[in-house]
């Protein structure tokens, strides 16, 4: 072996030791969210947007098996050759697939059956890692479990929809400890300004980050402000009891076309009973906390609000600027509660909840930034692919993994969506 290859072997090593501890917790995550749950609770598919968790538990694993161990494993053996059809998602370089709206209907494999096949690929994957020394399949490996993370967002997003259409609104995990209260109740939220000039924006590959997210390039801002904290439930709740689901101006035509075919009056989940609204949570139903951030709202409801307030929303480059000197104050998936709570922290002129609670959207499409090349094959589909047509969120949800948002991320939906932990900050020019 000569020196330089050793010395590369040692540079590697920690990099590799780290890996496997991660891919370890990751793994085993993504089983533990299953806890509590039966198999019936896992094959089910409430709409076509969600997936089964026995679904998520298998795609996640198809997709180390797919990308990693079958080109880069020397004589591995797939577990099972029709895997590859039932848990590819969308990558057509990959071959063809089960059509997403009828995951549910897959009975078969069982959930034994996928759990065994999630051993058998994280034991040739924990061997993978001990001998990768390449960077490419080292980032290839990191980016396969930054993709798992997002699945366990996924399946906490996916099983409240599920349970939500249940009449029984059976909770998913049980709150045990008092819900936290808002540090100010009532308080008017304050605004934080910000002067323009320019900037440069996106990921600097100083990391891990998705290939969306750069490259980084210089951006021209005016002067703003945003908000110091996300709208709350009582700020909507003015907005449902003036109108806004009722008034036609305060909506983009393809907003109040999609309110009156989907009878829209509130956000999803949000139930009146007895003159007081109730909202389905991972805990069951439960009375709305007003002072807790409004969430499980569509950009066109963002939107509709934010004309409503005389306000807009903020672009994606205001959102990634001022999070950057941002508290990291919010609530994520580690969180015994899952589910956006009221600020915890005295009223000042800091931006508060930046992060966590809920992903906030904004004014910007989904575009790709100059420069932008996806990578080549089959992963290069994994986000250029879907620049069309839908809005940049930014910060991180109550749903969204600890450790896994940064200011550079994007997230993006279609318009109309919102099952999701999705909510909205205020901004305005300056």
């Not at 019936?40 to 198809?62: G, N, R």
């Not at 004589?75 to 848990?87: E, M, R, T, V």
Request: a negative charge; glycine letters at 6%; charged letters at 20%.
């Amino acid at each position: 072996m000569s020196a330089v290859h050793a010395a590369l072997q040692d540079a590697a090593a920690p990099r590799t030791s780290r890996l496997a501890q991660r891919f370890a917790v990751v793994r085993h995550t993504s089983v533990d969210l299953c806890a509590g749950l039966t198999e019936a609770d896992m094959t089910v598919q409430s709409m076509d947007d969600a997936s089964p968790l026995k679904w998520h538990l298998a795609h996640t694993t198809w997709f180390f098996e797919t990308f990693l161990l079958v080109p880069r494993y020397p004589n591995y053996s797939a577990f099972c050759a029709d895997f590859a059809f039932l848990f590819n998602s969308y990558y057509e370089a990959a071959g063809p697939r089960h059509p997403r709206p009828r995951r549910g209907l897959l009975t078969r494999p069982t959930l034994p059956e996928v759990l065994a096949y999630r051993a058998h690929v994280d034991d040739a994957m924990t061997r993978l890692i001990g001998t990768a020394q390449d960077a490419a399949t080292l980032e290839l490996i990191e980016l396969g479990l930054h993709h798992e993370q997002q699945h366990q967002e996924l399946m906490l997003t996916d099983v409240l929809h599920l349970f939500a259409q249940n009449p029984l609104r059976p909770a998913y995990r049980a709150a045990n400890p008092p819900r936290p209260a808002a540090a100010a109740p009532g308080e008017q939220h304050d605004w934080m300004a910000i002067a323009g000039g320019r900037f440069t924006v996106g990921h600097d590959r100083n990391g891990f980050a998705f290939d969306c997210e750069g490259p980084s390039h210089d951006i021209l801002l005016g002067d703003f402000a945003l908000a110091t904290l996300p709208v709350t439930n009582a700020q909507w709740h003015a907005f449902i009891d003036d109108g806004g689901y009722r008034n036609p101006a305060l909506w983009l035509s393809d907003g109040w076309q999609t309110v009156q075919r989907e009878a829209w009056d509130a956000p999803l989940y949000w139930e009146r009973r007895d003159d007081q609204w109730w909202r389905m949570t991972l805990h069951g139903m439960a009375e709305l906390d007003m002072h807790a951030p409004v969430s499980h709202i569509s950009y066109f409801e963002a939107d509709a609000f934010a004309r409503w307030a005389g306000k807009r929303l903020p672009t994606e480059f205001e959102w990634e600027i001022a999070a950057r000197d941002a508290l990291p104050h919010g609530h994520f998936a580690d969180s015994v509660w899952l589910d956006p709570l009221p600020d915890a922290v005295a009223p000042n002129a800091e931006l508060r909840q930046m992060f966590g609670d809920v992903w906030e959207w904004t004014a910007s499409p989904y575009v790709s930034y100059p420069g932008f090349r996806p990578a080549a094959g089959a992963v290069g589909e994994y986000n250029g692919k879907f620049m069309c047509g839908q809005f940049v969120l930014r910060g991180g949800s109550c749903a969204t993994p600890a450790g896994h948002i940064r200011a550079t991320y994007r997230n993006f939906f279609y318009p109309h969506q919102r099952w999701q932990f999705t909510g909205l900050r205020l901004a305005e020019d300056r």
